[in-house]
């Protein structure tokens, strides 16, 4: 029952029989991996008063025919359902909450991977109550699938509140699953289920339809939901009136095929592949040296470096007219140059311009720099390359630059520290010097995923004196897949570079003819208008914000050094305001970032705008500790804070509304980026 | 600063004062407590720009004046209110966070006891961020009182959602109360603000009226919640423009006059007296043998024990006809006799009822069976009393009971298994026996009450393999005191005495010529049936309680032993649904009892018909974990189940909707009571 990209891992659920071997070996050699059968004959409830020591009849006479490797791959178990569970006579209620808990108990004994529990309305109260006390009962690994049709049978009801409800009721259990049975009728909003643990698909033959020779085939929308949950790395179960029929095989070859046909996965895809909603502690390269391997994996990606190629060579021929190429030679600093990659692009980017350049690569990771001494001496030997081992926020550069060259972003934009580190850069920069990245911006979108919300749940903190929380106040690098995005991502924080407004600590001043520091600040605002814009901020907020002379009326004394730390400007706030149409709970934050490497020359992670096939980021995961149940229509309203000290950089972040979380992160307790 | 309850614990908002010692001396002069002044001059921000080493004027120049004790006695701080907070403008936010959390740590530094936080819309998130990161910081004590007003400036906001938006972005924290300002115009639904920790009521000179002799006193609406909230064990602070007249001791005068006349104490309150809020594991009497002084406590009740008397006496007037009273003995058996109470009771009715009684004082606990021998030999010399140290499950008793009488009552009527014990005595009981009590049903009741909750998040388990919420899956015996109930209580679940139904296994079984148990089931049922109708329980759910009908048709096995526990016919479950007509926080559920000793009379700790003066019960609490948000209108559900097996009895609970919780408690796992 592993799941195969290549074929669909998909049983036959034949419901009860009397010969369990014979009915395996029927649904195999028809091309079905697995069976789902009831533990029980419906309505004989044989574990109604009697003992699981006396003889009892279906599945459970045929309990010696397997070893427990073949209980655990062959066969999915059903139970009964009970609708006595909220019967007003205690007895009927005790005696279907027994025989419940007992063909419960029964499948655990018999190492059955998982059994179907059926939820047919709202009122799951009871056997949600049964099941949670079950999965706290010894140390069995029953996985419970809780069997939730899309559309009511009424089509009245929105049974995505069923399953909610269930799942909360079991406090989201980790062993708590979702067999989706897809109905012939299919109501809106299905995308609200991709953020739910689904573990099987439910197929009636009857959902199917019959095509021109003959075969069975889904009707288009049914076609791209199934195709969109088999790509959650479930399995699909047949159920109906044909599955006895001997051409049953048909079914499971059209998942298949329904399946590769979606199949449209890229070098992204490729390159993920097995990181699905795996969290990972981001990077932390400045308190870090990463190791080669790192490096190596990184600069296999093929978007990203033809990117800062494309952007040193417009850079170049910008800012070194064609007719001073003879005369002038630019000057490059690679900062974190690591194994050399961003030095190699800049050297083929000033080639492919014709300019020449003279290039320095620092590197403050000692080991880093004796590879790049290396390729100094050999491949790079007829350039004018110097390697410097050194950090850029120390070094005591021998001249001024034209051009930075930096890769210091994380996933998030700057939760690497990238603003920090290149503002430590500005003291030996040109007035017109250019940084490339010029800019980047974060971007968040609220998401729904059960799964990524267990993973959060059960990472284990081994540091001490971090509160029990500390899981849920850490934002974690992920590629996302087992989720739902509730809105489009809005612009979060913006960083600018050259950032002149540290300069005042420049040592060597005298180079600020040119340009000044008021000017730069007046060009920064703008652009951060606008993207404030983009992200629907208030409109007074960015008319102030607009409004350099807010600056120069600021009532404190200019030298604040005191007050407030050194990296004090790379200080951020905003709110964020997402309309979610529909009833959903809230997980927490995906985030992303848009680079602008030199003018239009942009890389990007946030899925609009995504640079094709660049693999080097996931998305970043910022959790919610308490989901947070949205009814639709609603406006929700986050807060971020990037928090800065003299030593460290952290995030902070809390729900405003519709019901308000608790601050993540206060002090940055949990989780901080060591500068 | 300590709460009196014979006088206001009140303070004087002074604002701002160039000489504290002056400012405190003459509010003490004038009749009050303490001041409440700002940390640093409104608009002066002198902890703007500069550092704590250096001049700052205001309160921070008088900081050698006082003894760590004095301040934290006779000063609360105000901190300066901030609008620059959410600036856009990331310097000025940055400012306004520094020096706001300067002014906190200052007052830490000086060992206040509470700063005052204003807030003044709903937008408090960056407030609550800094005061949240700031309770993070260091182990000091000093408390936020955050400052509400009562209805807002402009009169249309909900300001309770302020509060309760503050609370809970900063996760409940316990150092966080409330500073009500009482305002002139008083919005509907103040009882909600009943619920919450609020800790000093804020008066302003202005809110007051001048009655005819010239003296301030407020209008009858504001006098009904300023006393109720002063019941609160809550300060008080007279703020305006008149507190620097002389005469600003009748204010001080006026809420003493005030407090004194709303105090209806009586004897129950008086008994309850710093049980407020308390929280006490409920006792397990089957467990756990009773001390004496605790059986002493409890026979002080003035109430409890003169109905016992009467129940007896009128029963006996009843099983023992007037012309019969001369020939016939009646047999009483009280069972669980302690130190006699019961004992003494019975023997007052039967000489009231002038009635023959021969009596046996059944007490497991040896130790008090040594005292009631001697009672027997002394005060029940004359009488006819046998004391009998066993348990009443297993006694052998040598003849048949007409009475019997116990007081196995908890908080909750069952919780105590009063349910189990007395089926254990069913044994021994002529086929027309009388229990007293006859009939007891649990009453439930949805509350708010932060107070609690914060209570219950302190306790430390120090249990193990108990899982961490499981204080919160706990039931708490509690003089529930700062509490807001959100509807009124409805019954829960109903057992009848004796019950017949657990007969099968009595031994003597041919004392059952007269009444049948089916007929004795009969007649539960109706009664159950009336209670579930009074408990607002679906119609057609009670007509199929009512059909005895049901009982004869149950698919089982007469004889079921191996599959339920003996006692499952004292398994319950029940949902309940309440009408909450305001937005409101749920965290938990107050449960009290209702018991018919004998016929009509009854005692009853449910408030509506609470037995005047009888102390012996406090309510009990159940709590939920995660507090739900409800808004005004919905529908409460919540599902309550008393499980049972054959070593101990537990209650599941969980909430249904507005929004589902998890199930507490489940298999008992953090709560049992044992058999």
Same mark, same amino acid.
């Given at each position: 029952?592993?799941?195969?990209?290549?074929?669909?891992?998909?049983?036959?659920?034949?419901?009860?029989?009397?010969?369990?071997?014979?009915?395996?070996?029927?649904?195999?050699?028809?091309?079905?991996?697995?069976?789902?059968?009831?533990?029980?004959?419906?309505?004989?409830?044989?574990?109604?008063?009697?003992?699981?020591?006396?003889?009892?009849?279906?599945?459970?006479?045929?309990?010696?025919?397997?070893?427990?490797?073949?209980?655990?791959?062959?066969?999915?178990?059903?139970?009964?359902?009970?609708?006595? /569970?909220?019967?007003?006579?205690?007895?009927?209620?005790?005696?279907?909450?027994?025989? /419940?808990?007992?063909?419960?108990?029964?499948?655990?004994?018999?190492? /059955?991977?998982?059994?179907?529990?059926?939820?047919?309305?709202?009122?799951?109260?009871?056997?949600?109550?049964?099941?949670?006390?079950?999965?706290?009962?010894?140390?069995?690994?029953?996985?419970?699938?809780?069997?939730?049709?899309?559309?009511?049978?009424?089509?009245?009801?929105?049974?995505?509140?069923?399953?909610?409800?269930?799942?909360?009721?079991?406090?989201?259990?980790?062993?708590?699953?979702?067999?989706?049975?897809?109905?012939?009728?299919?109501?809106?909003?299905?995308?609200?289920?991709?953020?739910?643990?689904?573990?099987?698909?439910?197929?009636?033959?009857?959902?199917?339809?019959?095509?021109?020779?003959?075969?069975?085939?889904?009707?288009?929308?049914?076609?791209?939901?199934?195709?969109?949950?088999?790509?959650?790395?479930?399995?699909?179960?047949?159920?109906?009136?044909?599955?006895? =029929?001997?051409?049953?095989?048909?079914?499971?070859?059209?998942?298949?095929?329904?399946?590769?046909?979606?199949?449209?996965?890229?070098?992204? =895809?490729?390159?993920?592949?097995?990181?699905?909603?795996?969290?990972?502690?981001?990077?932390?390269?400045?308190?870090?040296?990463?190791?080669?391997?790192?490096?190596?994996?990184?600069?296999?990606?093929?978007?990203? *470096?033809?990117?800062?190629?494309?952007?040193?060579?417009?850079?170049?021929?910008?800012?070194?007219?064609?007719?001073?190429?003879?005369?002038? +030679?630019?000057?490059?600093?690679?900062?974190?140059?690591?194994?050399?990659?961003?030095?190699?692009?800049?050297?083929?980017?000033?080639?492919?311009?014709?300019?020449?350049?003279?290039?320095?690569?620092? =590197?403050?990771?000692?080991?880093?720099?004796?590879?790049?001494?290396?390729?100094?001496?050999?491949?790079?030997?007829?350039?004018?390359?110097?390697?410097?081992?050194?950090?850029?926020?120390?070094?005591?550069?021998?001249?001024?630059?034209?051009?930075?060259?930096?890769?210091?972003?994380?996933?998030?934009?700057?939760?690497?520290?990238?603003?920090?580190?290149?503002?430590?850069?500005?003291?030996?920069?040109?007035?017109?010097?250019?940084?490339?990245?010029?800019?980047?911006?974060? *971007?968040?979108?609220?998401?729904?995923?059960?799964?990524?919300?267990?993973?959060?749940?059960?990472?284990?903190?081994?540091?001490?004196?971090?509160?029990?929380?500390?899981?849920?106040?850490?934002?974690?690098?992920?590629?996302?897949?087992? *989720?739902?995005?509730?809105?489009?991502?809005?612009?979060?924080?913006?960083?600018?570079?050259?950032?002149?407004?540290?300069?005042?600590?420049?040592?060597?001043?005298?180079?600020?003819?040119?340009?000044?520091?008021?000017?730069?600040?007046?060009?920064?605002?703008?652009?951060?208008?606008?993207?404030?814009?983009?992200?629907?901020?208030?409109?007074?907020?960015?008319?102030?914000?607009?409004?350099?002379? =807010?600056?120069?009326?600021?009532?404190?004394?200019?030298?604040?050094?005191?007050?407030?730390?050194?990296?004090?400007?790379?200080?951020?706030?905003?709110?964020?305001?997402?309309?979610?149409?529909?009833? +959903?709970? /809230?997980?927490?934050?995906?985030?992303?970032?848009?680079?602008?490497? *030199?003018?239009?020359?942009?890389?990007?992670?946030?899925?609009?705008?995504?640079?094709?096939?660049?693999?080097?980021?996931?998305?970043?995961?910022?959790?919610?500790?308490?989901?947070?149940?949205?009814?639709?229509?609603?406006?929700?309203?986050?807060?971020?804070?990037?928090? +800065?000290?003299?030593?460290?950089?952290?995030?902070?972040?809390?729900?405003?509304?519709?019901?308000?979380?608790?601050?993540?992160?206060?002090?940055?307790?949990?989780?901080?980026?060591?500068?």
């Amino acid at each position: 029952m592993n799941s195969n990209r290549k074929r669909v891992s998909c049983g036959l659920d034949v419901g009860f029989t009397e010969d369990l071997e014979e009915s395996i070996m029927r649904s195999n050699q028809n091309g079905y991996d697995f069976i789902c059968t009831n533990i029980v004959k419906e309505g004989s409830a044989p574990f109604q008063g009697a003992k699981l020591n006396e003889k009892i009849g279906g599945i459970t006479d045929t309990s010696y025919l397997f070893n427990s490797h073949e209980w655990a791959s062959l066969v999915v178990g059903k139970v009964s359902y009970f609708t006595d /569970l909220t019967s007003p006579v205690d007895k009927r209620r005790l005696m279907a909450s027994e025989a /419940l808990m007992q063909e419960l108990q029964f499948a655990a004994f018999l190492s /059955l991977p998982a059994v179907i529990v059926e939820v047919k309305d709202e009122n799951c109260s009871a056997v949600a109550r049964i099941i949670y006390s079950f999965l706290h009962q010894g140390h069995h690994n029953l996985h419970i699938w809780v069997k939730i049709p899309l559309q009511s049978y009424d089509g009245q009801q929105d049974t995505w509140q069923w399953w909610n409800k269930f799942r909360r009721m079991c406090n989201s259990h980790g062993r708590i699953g979702l067999a989706l049975e897809i109905t012939s009728d299919l109501p809106p909003q299905l995308e609200r289920w991709s953020g739910e643990p689904i573990r099987v698909v439910f197929l009636s033959t009857s959902v199917f339809l019959t095509n021109k020779k003959g075969f069975p085939v889904l009707s288009r929308p049914h076609q791209q939901i199934v195709s969109k949950l088999l790509r959650l790395n479930c399995q699909a179960v047949i159920s109906g009136d044909k599955i006895n =029929e001997d051409s049953v095989v048909v079914y499971h070859q059209y998942l298949n095929h329904l399946c590769q046909a979606a199949n449209t996965e890229g070098q992204y =895809e490729r390159f993920a592949r097995g990181y699905e909603d795996y969290l990972q502690a981001p990077l932390q390269p400045l308190m870090d040296n990463l190791e080669s391997s790192t490096y190596e994996i990184f600069e296999k990606d093929p978007i990203k *470096y033809s990117m800062y190629q494309e952007a040193v060579y417009r850079c170049l021929l910008d800012i070194i007219p064609d007719e001073q190429r003879d005369e002038v +030679t630019g000057v490059i600093m690679v900062l974190g140059a690591g194994r050399g990659p961003l030095v190699r692009m800049s050297l083929r980017g000033a080639e492919k311009a014709n300019r020449k350049v003279k290039l320095y690569a620092v =590197e403050k990771n000692r080991n880093a720099a004796v590879l790049l001494e290396h390729l100094r001496a050999t491949e790079w030997k007829k350039h004018d390359v110097t390697v410097v081992s050194a950090d850029m926020r120390t070094w005591d550069a021998p001249e001024l630059a034209d051009i930075i060259v930096s890769e210091l972003l994380g996933s998030f934009g700057d939760n690497e520290l990238s603003p920090e580190c290149l503002d430590g850069a500005t003291r030996f920069l040109k007035p017109n010097a250019v940084c490339i990245p010029q800019s980047y911006t974060s *971007y968040v979108s609220p998401i729904s995923s059960q799964k990524l919300y267990n993973e959060v749940k059960g990472v284990v903190n081994s540091e001490r004196n971090k509160p029990p929380e500390s899981s849920f106040e850490t934002p974690y690098v992920v590629r996302i897949h087992n *989720y739902h995005e509730l809105a489009d991502p809005i612009a979060l924080f913006t960083f600018n570079h050259p950032n002149w407004n540290n300069a005042s600590e420049n040592p060597k001043t005298e180079f600020y003819g040119q340009v000044t520091p008021k000017q730069w600040q007046a060009k920064f605002s703008k652009e951060c208008a606008v993207e404030m814009n983009g992200g629907n901020h208030n409109a007074d907020v960015v008319k102030e914000e607009i409004d350099g002379s =807010e600056c120069d009326s600021l009532p404190f004394s200019v030298n604040d050094k005191g007050l407030l730390p050194d990296n004090h400007h790379n200080s951020r706030y905003k709110r964020l305001s997402f309309n979610v149409p529909f009833d +959903t709970i /809230l997980h927490g934050f995906a985030g992303y970032f848009r680079c602008a490497l *030199y003018q239009d020359v942009e890389i990007s992670i946030e899925p609009r705008t995504h640079s094709p096939g660049m693999f080097s980021w996931f998305p970043i995961f910022f959790p919610v500790k308490d989901p947070i149940d949205i009814t639709g229509g609603s406006n929700l309203k986050v807060d971020f804070w990037r928090c +800065t000290n003299e030593e460290k950089v952290w995030y902070e972040w809390c729900v405003d509304s519709p019901r308000p979380s608790s601050i993540h992160n206060p002090n940055g307790r949990s989780y901080t980026i060591g500068l």
